[in-house]
């Protein structure tokens, strides 16, 4: 995959993140600073909504400050970050929607979730607009997909939907943000 | 469905491959073939390609860092475990550096524990609370076996416990004369400022065995001082 959102290391941040690793909380907001605007990006769209992605952003770094110490290096810190925002915005999306079914019903359709419908939204919309409009699963695998760079295969891997169920989401979710963003 | 020719327009799977470039070149070629003659698919394509790009090419929506940082830091604080039994450190390496730093760590203690304790022992006389004068603690040393770290101790439990003492006192804080209460408060944000120094050295240092030691002590003598207040209350 290619982090997508995920800015590149700045010059001397190995020093940075030896030090967050020892606990140094200055060094780790440094890190919060560098990364936090492509794991809020993917939390925004992923999610849909800004309070559930300021959550899973808090979320994001509380897990990523307890497990810094796992982080060897043997990868960019910016794609650890990204994997492990992955992970947490999924871990939010099953919990919220453990009886919604949405991830494994090949049938699911893109019903906007209910706190997209409650907003009001204009007749053309943005990007972010429409995405919030699109089901859970529609919007989490055209994110993964078409922004992130995920293949179907990794995706399918991640929230555990067959690949072929990923593909037709992604397909629904790209129909749908033709209808508002293209009419 | 079919074009006017009579040809089957493009398959769902055949468009949407066709617009993030996911087909198998063979395919491929068959489909820009078709695509290339009929004009309805083609504008398909094309508007599914538009709607790809523009996603790619938004700006992502602004993270509201400022608003987000203290919470997380505050969440951070308060699962932050410190472990302050020391690693063992092997014999001979960088003593003269740990005993520079216990000194400055003992420094910024001392005053902190002599200040606690002088009034650490409080007891009961003809019904009243009355502090009496306590043993001054000697300045720690890196061999001090009072400053032996219980390997449960970290600066969580501490400080669980010490804000149990403290909601207790607090309850009983009536039962206290003004100047005892005042003396406890006095000498417990002595204490904490001398914890709050030593958390700041270790932010440097953080692996520095001595400078954990002292905490540890610092945090000790925090406890103890307010259990010997709360059992005389």
Same mark, same amino acid.
């Given at each position: ?183 | ?106 420094? !910024?203690?001392?005053?902190? @524990?002599?200040? +606690? #304790?002088?009034?650490?022992? $409080? &007891?009961? /006389?003809?019904?009243?609370? *009355? ?34 003492? !403290?909601?207790?006192?607090? @309850?009983?804080? +009536? #039962?206290?004369?003004?100047? $005892? &209460?005042? /003396?406890?408060?006095?000498? *417990? ?42 059992? +005389?209350?």
């Amino acid at each position: 995959m290619t982090a997508g959102t995920a800015g590149a290391a700045a010059p001397g941040a190995s020093d940075v993140v030896r030090r967050a690793q020892q606990g140094d909380v200055q060094a780790f907001e440094s890190l919060y600073r560098a990364h936090g605007p492509a794991v809020y990006a993917l939390a925004r769209r992923m999610l849909g909504d800004d309070g559930e992605a300021r959550d899973a952003m808090q979320d994001v770094f509380v897990r990523a400050w307890e497990r810094l110490a796992s982080f060897r290096g043997d990868s960019a810190l910016a794609t650890w970050l990204h994997r492990l925002g992955v992970n947490v915005i999924l871990e939010r999306l099953r919990t919220a929607q453990r009886d919604d079914r949405r991830f494994t019903d090949d049938d699911a359709d893109d019903t906007p979730a209910p706190r997209a419908v409650a907003d009001a939204i204009d007749a053309r919309l943005d990007l972010d607009a429409a995405l919030a409009r699109l089901s859970p699963g529609a919007r989490t695998v055209f994110v993964l997909h078409d922004l992130e760079g995920y293949s179907h295969a990794e995706i399918a891997q991640m929230t555990g939907i067959a690949a072929g169920t990923a593909r037709a989401q992604l397909w629904r979710a790209r129909r749908h943000l033709m209808r508002h963003l293209d009419p | 469905m079919t074009t006017p020719e009579g040809i089957p327009h493009l398959t769902e799977a055949e468009r949407q491959g066709a617009a993030d470039g996911t087909l198998a070149s063979a395919r491929r070629r068959a489909v820009d073939a078709h695509l290339s003659a009929c004009d309805a698919c083609d504008a398909d394509v094309a508007r599914l390609r538009g709607v790809i790009a523009r996603a790619r090419a938004s700006e992502p929506p602004p993270a509201p860092l400022d608003a987000l940082w203290p919470d997380i830091r505050a969440r951070i604080e308060r699962q932050k475990v410190v472990p302050l039994v020391p690693a063992v450190t092997p014999n001979g390496v960088g003593r003269s550096r740990v005993a520079r730093v216990v000194r400055i760590g003992a420094g !910024l203690v001392a005053a902190g @524990l002599v200040a +606690a #304790l002088g009034m650490s022992v $409080v &007891a009961r /006389r003809e019904g009243r609370v *009355v502090v009496s004068p306590a043993p001054v603690a000697a300045a720690p040393g890196a061999g001090d076996a009072r400053l032996a770290s219980n390997p449960a101790d970290s600066s969580r439990l501490y400080e669980q416990e010490v804000q149990t003492l !403290l909601d207790e006192l607090r @309850l009983r804080r +009536a #039962l206290l004369r003004p100047d $005892v &209460a005042a /003396r406890m408060d006095h000498d *417990v944000r002595v204490i904490d400022a001398a914890i709050a120094e030593l958390q700041d050295a270790l932010r440097e240092d953080p692996n520095n065995p001595a400078l954990r030691q002292l905490l540890a002590a610092s945090y000790r003598q925090k406890r103890d001082l307010l259990r010997r207040v709360d059992d +005389a209350s």
